[in-house]
């Protein structure tokens, strides 16, 4: 990845590849938009659904990081899922909340992030619907429409909700105290989290999420100080040759320390 810096203005330091890589994502982002309620799904041999737009999202988007970083590998939920054996590879998945974007929820998003030693190091975090797109730099930070983002250190004030998926909002009765939080639920896991990094969410709880769901958004929380902690085996580094398609990594992300600790007794319920 080109070194970059940031303005005194702390606006996104665009090169010709992020230029790049921002036209191949509005393509992507425009088709979906055009998609959206006007497209059908069919079933996976996991039981997940999927669409004629993930998978042309999908190798457009294979097509053209293949374009702009000639050389690396591409580990992807609706191409390969074998962690590749290049040095530099990116984890993408193309439509991240399908079974919103099938069934007319307007909440979904593209996330891609760029590895480098098993570890992400650049994230792009899209959210068509709103228009919206979040990229991050190891390092340098994370930036919303072009402009850098703070650490939330704590929640907005008022903040007192919490996110879960369908698969850990079976915490809410395991324990004799109530749950700390209101609870909200996207459908898209790297939203869910993302929530957190934004300080609209005290704690985010994923049980099942796959690599190609936290890839981006993992380095974003990292840069947003954000702490996060895997109720299993940690996510990264990933493995050369490993297989990705069945693992799950259940993960609780907070926008500090406090609130971390506060829902770890609901976490540790999914181990």
């Known amino acids: 990845m080109p070194e ?3 303005s005194p203005q702390n606006s996104f330091p665009v090169d010709h590849q992020w230029q790049a890589l921002f036209e191949l994502v509005d393509l992507v982002a425009d088709r979906q938009r055009k998609d959206f309620g006007q497209i059908s799904s069919a079933l996976k041999a996991d039981g997940s659904l999927v669409t004629a737009c993930d998978q042309w999202s999908d190798s457009t988007l294979a097509a053209g990081l293949a374009r702009i970083y000639p050389g690396d590998g591409l580990l992807s939920e609706e191409g390969s899922t074998v962690v590749p054996a290049e040095d530099c590879y990116w984890v993408v998945d193309p439509l991240d909340g399908t079974t919103n974007f099938s069934v007319g929820l307007p909440i979904w998003a593209i996330s891609m992030a760029r590895f480098d ?3 992400p190091v650049a994230a792009i975090l899209d959210v068509p619907p709103l228009r919206q797109r979040f990229v991050a730099i190891k390092g340098k930070g994370v930036w919303r429409d072009g402009v850098s983002l703070a650490s939330p250190g704590g929640p907005r004030h008022g903040c007192s909700c919490a996110s879960l998926c369908t698969r850990s909002i079976k915490v809410l009765g395991s324990l004799k105290q ?6 909200r639920m996207l459908g898209v896991a790297s939203l869910n989290l993302l929530g957190v990094g934004l300080g609209t969410m005290l704690a985010a709880l994923e049980a099942t999420p796959k690599v190609w769901d936290i890839a981006a958004v993992w380095l974003m929380l990292q840069e947003l100080q954000c702490p996060l902690r895997s109720i299993a085996a940690p996510p990264f580094p990933l493995t050369k040759g490993s297989a990705e398609a069945d693992a799950s990594y259940p993960t609780l992300a907070a926008c500090n320390q406090e609130q ?5 007794p609901w976490a540790n319920q999914l181990a």
């Open 4 to 6: 970059l810096h940031s």
């Open 178 to 183: 109530p749950f700390p939080a209101k609870t």
């Open 117 to 119: 030693g098993g570890r």
């Open 260 to 264: 971390l600790e506060r829902f770890m």
